[in-house]
């Protein structure tokens, strides 16, 4: 064990080893990965204090990670259904309105149909200029 203050190790040391602070006094220290989960005597204040088990750590920030990525997927498919929802109500509405524009239009025709059965066929536009200019 060697308490940390300007000393540099390998990166091979470095991913054996398990750096920490005191619990007590915040101390740091670096110890051989061999001694996780064991309680030292602090150097500096003299009390206990437990080395952490990175492995324990490790899968329990993995455990937090999936929680909220699950919890993230849950929101997820929640927001996803509400928007298909919506989606599904709209294309409904737009289904009636698109019926009533038909049952317009065919309204539309009867009833132009009934006004030339009455007044005759609309006048053409240019068949009246050509009647007005040879007349003319």
């Known amino acids: 064990m060697q308490q940390t203050g300007g000393s540099t ?3 091979q040391e470095e991913s054996r080893d398990i ?11 670096v110890v051989d990965s061999a001694a996780a989960g064991i309680t030292i005597d602090c150097q500096k204040c003299g009390k206990p204090t ?8 490790a899968a329990a920030e993995n455990a937090i990670r999936i929680s909220e990525l699950q919890r993230q997927l849950k929101e997820n498919e929640s927001q996803r259904v509400e928007i298909t929802s919506h989606i599904n109500q709209i294309s409904i ?6 019926l009533r524009l038909q049952t317009l239009k065919e ?5 132009q149909t009934g006004l030339a059965e009455i007044c005759g066929p609309p006048a053409d536009n240019q068949t009246t200029r050509s009647a007005a200019q040879s007349s003319g």
């Not at 509405?93 to 698109?98: A, I, S």
């Not at 309204?107 to 009833?111: A, E, T, Y």
């Open 93 to 98: 509405q737009l289904h009636r309105w698109q």
């Open 107 to 111: 309204r539309q025709q009867k009833l």
């Open 9 to 11: 190790l390998s990166a």
């Open 19 to 29: 750096i920490f602070a005191c619990q007590h006094c915040a101390a740091s220290f």
């Open 50 to 57: 437990s080395v952490p088990n990175l492995a324990l750590a």
